[in-house]
């Protein structure tokens, strides 16, 4: 069976023209800072690259390090609107490199995870960068979920993840003495890292092999070119304009867009579809008291129930020697939104108006009503936990942070799953890729998908 992907219509010092004044753009060392940063324009000044790469998440960043190794002759930037890099989804998430058990046989995201986790390994391991194969337990605590179980081990045997075997309640007390359940997958393949110092690396990767990265780079725009009075032949040779809020801009051949929570909007500006929307869900999570980590050793997962949109809430150890309890899953007000009374008009507005997100609501009422409710009071997640470890109580667990999910939504309410590219409409369309949706686990797929998308871009504009 193909791999589901889904397509919409519609060495430094290397860019055109330098930089001027305050940019600094000197590959620097590993021991040094991961990143030397360019932090603004001088407003006359345009600056003409041959692919620029919108957004400096892990899947972005990852993504222009593909693009620079394949192509070295190439001028290629990085836009970020925030100050530093990853500092949302890849700087918010869980940190645990998923084995790929959960997805569907012969998918592009079982395919791309089971690829990513054994890439994410490997790079670690060439990079010098911590990481935890702590492993993890999906444990069945009620008989009703012993046939999901025994459904999901398959499913992952399937995928060829590495080790999985089925394990009786005496088993599960040897690899987690305080945990109850009746039967579990262990998975040990399953790990831990820090995502944001994976991207760093990433960035400094890109950087040390010709490529800028320019921060504070908040994109309002993208249009065609105009032939500048002068005769200049910018306008033909870099089509591509690429403006900010503060007026500055760079010219480009050719744009790839890694915008995680504002990927609708940033390809809107190019013409596409509106569809599919990104709603944000937040997710948050408790922290066990350092006096309890003792409790948890690995990753201990529910089975999940294809009923419901989302996981559930699960144990995680953290790289720093914390244990994360969750996430529920609720409705973000805001796109970067990580705290509940975080709000945006337009935000809110585009989810209620664009999104299919009321059907997605109708549809799963009493699970929302659920997340809610666990969101508010401690002591229903709590309860939930308990199914695993009893000895939790409510006088265990700190509130924690929280993350926020760009979740790509169809007009029908459904969770879109698959990989959406898109390009925009009229000529511009032949000059820009959009990655509309990269589903999580995008951060442990991120150098698989990084090769997927570098294969496109290298198909689509003849590189």
């Given amino acids: 069976m193909a791999p589901a992907?889904?397509?919409?219509?519609?060495?430094?010092?290397?860019?055109?023209?330098?930089?001027?004044?305050?940019?600094?753009?000197?590959c620097r060392p590993a021991q040094a800072r991961p990143w030397p940063l360019c932090q603004g324009f001088r407003r006359a000044s345009t600056r003409s690259f041959d692919v620029i790469i919108i957004g400096g998440g892990i899947v972005g960043l990852a993504s222009?390090?593909?693009?620079?190794?394949?192509?070295?002759?190439?001028?290629?930037?990085?836009?970020?609107?925030?100050?530093d890099l990853a500092?949302?989804?890849?700087?918010?998430?869980?940190?645990?490199?998923?084995?790929?058990?959960?997805?569907?046989?012969?998918?592009?995201?079982?395919?791309?995870?089971?690829?990513?986790?054994?890439?994410?390994?490997?790079?670690?391991?060439?990079?010098?960068?911590?990481?935890k194969q702590c492993g993890k337990l999906i444990v069945a605590v009620e008989q009703e979920e012993i046939p999901r179980l025994q459904a999901l081990y398959e499913r992952g045997l399937q995928n060829g993840v590495q080790g999985l075997r089925l394990?009786?309640?005496?088993?599960?007390?040897?690899?987690?003495?305080?945990?109850?359940?009746?039967?579990?997958?262990?998975?040990?393949?399953?790990?831990?890292?820090d995502y944001r110092q994976v991207a760093l690396s990433f960035a400094q990767d890109f950087q040390e092999a010709g490529g800028f990265v320019l921060t504070n780079f908040e994109v309002k725009g993208i249009e065609m070119a105009k032939e500048s009075p002068s005769g200049s032949k910018d306008g033909a040779k870099y089509p591509i304009v690429i403006r900010n809020t503060k007026g500055e801009e760079?010219?480009?051949?050719?744009?790839?867009?890694?915008a995680g929570l504002y990927s609708d909007r940033i390809s809107e500006l190019s013409g596409c579809n509106p569809d599919p929307?990104?709603?944000?869900?937040?997710?948050?999570?408790?922290?066990?008291?350092?006096?309890?980590?003792?409790l948890v050793k690995g990753n201990i997962y529910p089975v999940p129930d294809s009923r419901f949109p989302f996981l559930g809430v699960h144990f995680t150890p953290r790289m720093d020697g914390s244990i994360w309890l969750?996430?529920?899953?609720?409705?973000?007000?805001?796109?970067?939104?990580?705290?509940?009374?975080?709000?945006?008009?337009?935000?809110?507005?585009?989810?209620?108006?664009?999104?299919?997100?009321?059907?997605?609501v109708f549809q799963n009422f009493s699970y929302g009503v659920n997340e809610m409710y666990k969101a508010c009071f401690l002591s229903a997640t709590v309860k939930h936990l308990?199914?695993?470890?009893?000895?939790?109580?409510?006088?265990?667990?700190?509130?924690?942070?929280?993350?926020?999910?760009?979740?790509?939504?169809?007009?029908?309410?459904?969770?879109?799953?698959?990989?959406?590219?898109?390009?925009?409409?009229?000529?511009?369309?032949s000059h820009i890729l959009h990655v509309r949706n990269a589903p999580s686990p995008a951060a442990t797929s991120s150098l698989a998908i990084s090769g997927m998308i570098a294969d496109e871009v290298q198909q689509r504009f003849k590189l």
Wanted: aromatic content about 10%; overall charge positive.
């Fill in 326 to 360: 969750g996430p529920n899953a609720v409705l973000a007000f805001k796109r970067e939104g990580y705290k509940p009374f975080d709000f945006s008009a337009r935000d809110v507005m585009d989810v209620i108006i664009k999104s299919g997100l009321i059907k997605l």
């Fill in 277 to 294: 929307q990104i709603v944000p869900f937040r997710g948050d999570y408790l922290l066990l008291k350092p006096e309890k980590r003792y």
């Fill in 5 to 26: 992907l889904r397509y919409l219509s519609g060495a430094c010092g290397r860019a055109r023209g330098g930089f001027p004044g305050g940019f600094s753009v000197a």
């Fill in 386 to 429: 308990q199914k695993f470890i009893p000895e939790i109580t409510v006088s265990d667990i700190l509130r924690g942070p929280a993350g926020v999910r760009a979740q790509a939504l169809d007009r029908d309410g459904n969770l879109v799953e698959d990989f959406v590219f898109d390009g925009g409409v009229g000529a511009i369309g």
């Fill in 87 to 131: 500092v949302h989804q890849t700087g918010h998430n869980s940190g645990v490199i998923h084995s790929g058990i959960y997805y569907k046989p012969e998918s592009l995201k079982a395919k791309l995870c089971v690829q990513g986790a054994a890439l994410i390994y490997e790079y670690c391991n060439q990079k010098g960068i911590s990481y």
């Fill in 167 to 193: 394990i009786q309640q005496e088993d599960i007390k040897k690899k987690e003495p305080y945990c109850r359940g009746l039967m579990a997958i262990d998975c040990p393949y399953t790990g831990i890292v």
């Fill in 250 to 258: 760079v010219q480009c051949q050719y744009v790839v867009t890694c």
């Fill in 64 to 83: 222009a390090r593909a693009l620079i190794l394949r192509h070295p002759a190439l001028s290629i930037g990085v836009l970020e609107k925030e100050k």
